[in-house]
């Protein structure tokens, strides 16, 4: 506990919530949400588990909120709880991880200068999701917990419970993994991409 | 010495950003909050009667202990010992208000 330091949003947010402000509860589901939710997609493949996931880990979190220590910052502790709500509902699933939230099937890529605009500013996200759906879901995970949702890697390796050196290797794979898939999917253009 | 330049922008994360994170819909979204406001219970907060009764009495005491030293000192002394006491007394406040910022939230 660091006397010195003034009490972070989070804390604020957490006492208040504590306390039972219901203004309080939701910023804290907001400002969460969305990560949590990519999480969650991430690992169980699919908008409707993924919901449930996250509405089952929110719900299981903040009823033992009274059991969270300041081990570990909020968000990794609700991750954490998100992850391994997720890891079960897949286990449950039972089958192979469905992926309807990218397309089924690349456009043609651009060649030109003019096209590869086009492509950079409206199909950017396209790409950007099929390369990450040809990674394996752990990979896309760990990217995305780490350039999207600004994990560190000690928050990370909280999170899905791995090692500092395993993880780093495993997010070094992953990079080389999707500027792989990327060249696959783009072979003339994907320098532009990166 | 020049300052170091700055690292050149990570194309990997640039590119993961712009595709930005995933959002749930907003019903979902709206769903959620509704449940987690109306199912979170605060639990009544019982207060350790006995620990701040006895916090007081120990107050009073060390408050009276103080009085009487100062009281049976002589009136140049005790000029000079009281501003070294509400310094201690402050100082002890601002470490219990400390306290207070610092603790978890109270919730079950």
């Known amino acids: 506990m660091d006397f010195f ?49 996250v509405q089952d880990a929110f719900l299981k979190a903040f009823a033992a909120l009274g059991q969270f220590r300041r081990a570990a910052k909020f968000s990794t502790w609700l991750y954490r709880i998100v992850y391994n709500t997720a890891l079960t509902k897949k286990r449950a699933q039972g089958r192979p991880r469905e992926l ?69 290797m495993q997010l070094l794979r992953s990079r080389q993994q999707l500027e792989a898939a990327l060249i696959q999917l783009l072979p003339t253009d994907h320098q532009h991409l990166l | 010495m020049s300052p170091r330049p700055p690292a050149p922008p990570d194309p990997v994360k640039a590119l993961l950003q712009a595709q930005g994170l995933q959002q749930p819909s907003a019903a979902f979204s709206a769903a959620l909050t509704r449940q987690v ?16 009764w006895l916090g007081k009495l120990i107050l009073l005491a060390l408050g009276s202990l103080l009085g009487l030293v100062l009281s049976g000192l002589p009136r140049a002394e005790a000029g000079i010992l009281a501003p ?25």
């Open chain 2, 84 to 108: 070294a006491l509400a310094a201690a007394v402050l100082g002890l406040g601002g470490v219990l208000w400390l306290f207070e910022q610092q603790r978890p939230p109270a919730a079950g």
């Open chain 1, 5 to 53: 330091q003034p009490p972070s949003a989070d804390d604020l947010l957490l006492r208040q919530a504590g306390q039972g402000q219901p203004q309080a509860l939701t910023q804290l589901v907001q400002r969460y949400q969305a990560l949590a939710y990519t999480v969650a997609v991430r690992v169980v493949g699919n908008a409707e588990d993924a919901e449930e996931v």
């Open chain 2, 37 to 52: 406001v109306a199912r979170y219970a605060a639990p009544p907060t019982v207060p350790y009667r006995a620990g701040a």
């Open chain 1, 100 to 168: 309807p939230l990218t397309p089924a099937t690349p456009e043609p890529p651009a060649t030109s200068g003019d096209g590869w605009a086009a492509v950079r500013h409206a199909d950017q996200r396209k790409y950007l999701a099929l390369a990450l759906a040809r990674l394996p879901p752990d990979d896309a995970l760990v990217l995305t917990l780490h350039y999207l949702g600004e994990q560190s890697i000690a928050e990370m390796c909280t999170i899905l419970g791995k090692k500092t050196s395993a993880l780093k």
